[in-house]
């Protein structure tokens, strides 16, 4: 026999139950909605800069010269991007993604804007919407036909589904689309946690799937030779990594690496993390396997609670790429924020120009990738260096950006 009041207690778990999911359905309508306004707000800046470049370029712009809408439209994505924690990437992303929708599936775009689909649906109508031929032949039949599934499938359905239309209503042939998506092949690089990284590729599937099956029989090869214990997924990755380095050959490239270390660890008396150029924090053990290597050493002293550089040596010799380098250690990457373009491969500028009286020392340089380093002298974006060297950018709309903490 049910005790008194089960039915009752039943059906309010039942209520409170539906009610649940009626507000999970409704806060996420209004995420989507959300995400879609903060979309079109990033496309109406851009758009306002290219119609009014003066208010990032400087009063002696105009709309009608190209370049100025140019510096515009970038000096407008470095602000958005500082204001809002986003990589400049990600801010030209959504004002593609705003720009490709409205004009190629306008019907999606209103869903996505009233919260019907999910923002990860949506860059995807708007990526293959992108891929689409621009004689727009193909839009309407595309939208029509993704606009209902967006809004009720899941994201690796839809985008298995999305592509099959895409496929259905193209008019370029397979191979021209394939010589399209070639032009695109790049290597990508992304530090991960505990002193590892991820390498990838993008390639053309007959470079590819050759490249695979390679690498698959020397890892096999190796898995059966007397005493191997590594997996065959860590033959995979010790075999790509000797290959692309040359280790142990001939072909071996040598490579400078910066490591800034603590003095304890170096000496052995702590377990402190190091930081490694162009990665950073990496174990002690590494750190020191790697200064053992070292052709030269230079000393940084920094305060231990803020990291300010209070003094630093100079070799005596060849000041300039001593200073140079001191700089890109200390650096490691593009000083304007939220850039991580390697500082190795930036150039190395001076805060104040040496034809305004800037002199050639450690707090009045810092390096820009050509990108940054062009936005500072041709838009209104402004930078100060403090006397430790660091940075502190300020936008056109009056934006400070707090420097970055220091990589030690």
Same mark, same amino acid.
């Given at each position: $026999?049910?005790?008194?009041? !089960?039915?009752?207690?039943?059906?309010?778990?039942?209520?409170?139950?539906?009610? #649940?999911?009626?507000?999970?359905?409704?806060?996420?309508?209004?995420?989507?909605?959300?995400?879609?306004?903060?979309? /079109? &707000?990033?496309?109406?800046?851009?758009?306002?800069?290219?119609?009014?470049?003066?208010?990032? /370029?400087?009063?002696?712009?105009?709309?009608?010269?190209?370049?100025?809408?140019?510096? *515009?439209?970038?000096?407008?994505?470095?602000?958005? *991007? /500082?204001?809002?924690?986003?990589?400049?990437?990600?801010?030209?992303?959504?004002?593609?993604?705003?720009?490709?929708?409205?004009?190629?599936?306008?019907?999606?775009?209103?869903?996505?804007?009233?919260?019907?689909?999910?923002?990860?649906?949506?860059?995807?109508?708007?990526?293959?919407?992108?891929?689409?031929?621009?004689?727009?032949?193909?839009? &309407?039949?595309?939208?029509?036909?993704?606009?209902?599934?967006?809004?009720?499938?899941?994201?690796?359905?839809?985008?298995?589904?999305?592509?099959?239309?895409?496929?259905?209503?193209?008019?370029?042939?397979?191979?021209?689309?394939?010589?399209?998506?070639?032009?695109?092949?790049?290597?990508?690089?992304?530090? %991960?946690?505990?002193?590892?990284?991820?390498?990838?590729? !993008?390639?053309?599937?007959?470079? #590819?799937?050759?490249? $695979? &099956?390679?690498?698959?029989?020397?890892?096999?090869?190796? @898995?059966?030779?007397?005493?191997?214990?590594?997996?065959?997924?860590? +033959?995979?990755?010790?075999?790509?990594?000797?290959?692309?380095?040359?280790?142990?050959?001939?072909?071996?490239?040598?490579?400078?690496?910066?490591?800034?270390?603590?003095?304890?660890?170096?000496?052995?008396?702590? %377990?402190?993390?190091?930081?490694? %150029?162009?990665?950073?924090?990496?174990?002690?053990?590494?750190?020191?396997?790697?200064?053992?290597?070292?052709?030269?050493? !230079?000393? +940084?002293?920094?305060?231990?609670?803020?990291?300010?550089?209070?003094?630093?040596?100079?070799?005596?010799?060849?000041?300039?790429?001593?200073?140079?380098? $001191?700089?890109?250690?200390?650096?490691?990457?593009?000083?304007?924020?939220?850039?991580?373009?390697?500082?190795?491969?930036? %150039?190395?500028?001076?805060?104040?120009?040496?034809?305004?009286?800037?002199?050639?020392?450690?707090?009045?340089?810092?390096?820009?990738?050509?990108?940054?380093?062009?936005?500072?002298?041709?838009?209104?974006?402004?930078?100060?260096?403090?006397? @430790?060297?660091?940075?502190?950018?300020?936008?056109?709309?009056?934006?400070?950006?707090?420097?970055?903490?220091?990589?030690?």
């Amino acid at each position: $026999m049910e005790p008194v009041g !089960y039915y009752s207690q039943q059906a309010r778990a039942d209520v409170r139950v539906d009610s #649940a999911i009626a507000a999970a359905e409704y806060e996420l309508r209004a995420v989507n909605s959300h995400h879609a306004a903060t979309v /079109v &707000a990033i496309h109406s800046v851009l758009a306002e800069a290219r119609f009014s470049p003066e208010v990032f /370029v400087g009063d002696h712009a105009s709309r009608t010269n190209r370049d100025h809408v140019e510096f *515009a439209e970038r000096a407008a994505i470095a602000d958005l *991007a /500082v204001r809002l924690a986003l990589s400049e990437n990600t801010v030209r992303n959504f004002e593609s993604q705003a720009a490709t929708m409205m004009s190629r599936t306008p019907v999606t775009w209103e869903k996505f804007r009233w919260g019907e689909v999910s923002a990860s649906n949506a860059r995807t109508v708007a990526e293959l919407a992108a891929s689409l031929p621009d004689d727009g032949a193909g839009f &309407a039949a595309f939208d029509a036909a993704v606009s209902d599934l967006a809004s009720r499938l899941a994201p690796a359905r839809f985008r298995a589904l999305a592509r099959k239309v895409r496929e259905q209503v193209v008019s370029e042939t397979a191979d021209e689309r394939h010589e399209s998506r070639r032009a695109e092949r790049r290597v990508l690089f992304e530090p %991960d946690l505990d002193g590892m990284a991820w390498i990838s590729a !993008y390639l053309p599937a007959e470079v #590819a799937t050759p490249a $695979m &099956a390679r690498l698959e029989a020397e890892a096999a090869r190796l @898995a059966g030779e007397p005493g191997e214990t590594r997996t065959l997924p860590q +033959l995979r990755a010790d075999v790509l990594g000797e290959w692309m380095t040359g280790a142990g050959t001939a072909a071996a490239v040598g490579v400078r690496v910066g490591v800034l270390i603590p003095m304890m660890s170096l000496l052995g008396h702590s %377990d402190q993390p190091a930081s490694l %150029d162009g990665y950073g924090p990496i174990d002690a053990e590494t750190a020191r396997a790697l200064a053992g290597e070292a052709s030269s050493i !230079y000393r +940084l002293l920094t305060d231990p609670v803020t990291g300010a550089i209070l003094d630093i040596d100079e070799p005596a010799k060849y000041i300039p790429a001593g200073l140079r380098r $001191m700089r890109q250690v200390i650096d490691q990457t593009c000083t304007f924020p939220g850039c991580g373009k390697r500082a190795v491969n930036c %150039d190395l500028d001076h805060t104040i120009d040496r034809q305004f009286g800037g002199r050639t020392t450690f707090t009045n340089l810092s390096h820009l990738c050509r990108n940054h380093h062009r936005d500072k002298h041709m838009t209104r974006w402004k930078v100060t260096q403090d006397a @430790a060297g660091r940075i502190e950018w300020t936008s056109p709309t009056g934006h400070v950006a707090a420097p970055d903490p220091p990589p030690f």
